[in-house]
């Protein structure tokens, strides 16, 4: 694994995430969070606890990235998809499911966040595989002749 290209495939994908995230849950369906202003934070409270939030999506994305560095790190944007998009229906199941079992949502909501969550860590995945990608016919090494498995897309 190549750390120094794991930590700016974090880092540009920590970029992407936060701009798509901006403009999706921001801009597009802001509007759709209104109703439920009891259970979404707002405002200064929202600002005063985006740090937590950064840090938690850091960890997630630099976890992501691991992830595809011992999986597919010599196979480029198109396998970084294919994960990135195993990880946003493993979150549209684990967040947007489970908020809406447990939360007071609409299902209007609960989808346009499960689809978002499918397309934002998609976009990870293509950001890290692009970033990380490795020399053509390089291989990955987990140590003492054992090589990695080819992330298949």
């Not at 079992?101 to 609409?106: C, D, E, F, H, R």
Request: hydrophobic share 50%; proline share 2%.
């Amino acid at each position: 694994m190549d750390y120094r290209r794991i930590a700016a495939a974090s880092t540009t994908a920590m970029i992407v995430f936060s701009l798509y995230g901006f403009l999706v849950h921001g801009i597009l369906i802001a509007r759709d969070y209104v109703p439920y202003e009891g259970v979404y934070r707002s405002g200064e409270a929202a600002t005063s606890h985006t740090p937590f939030a950064l840090v938690g999506v850091f960890i997630a994305i630099l976890i992501f990235s691991i992830v595809y560095a011992r999986t597919c790190g010599a196979r480029g944007g198109s396998a970084g998809a294919f994960l990135g998009l195993l990880f946003g229906i493993f979150m549209a199941g684990a967040f947007a499911g489970v908020n809406y079992g447990t939360l007071q949502i609409g299902g209007k909501l609960a989808l346009e966040v499960a689809a978002s969550e499918s397309i934002e860590w998609s976009l990870v995945g293509i950001v890290v595989g692009l970033i990380y990608k490795q020399a053509s016919g390089t291989t990955i090494s987990r140590g003492k002749g054992r090589e990695a498995r080819k992330c298949r897309p």
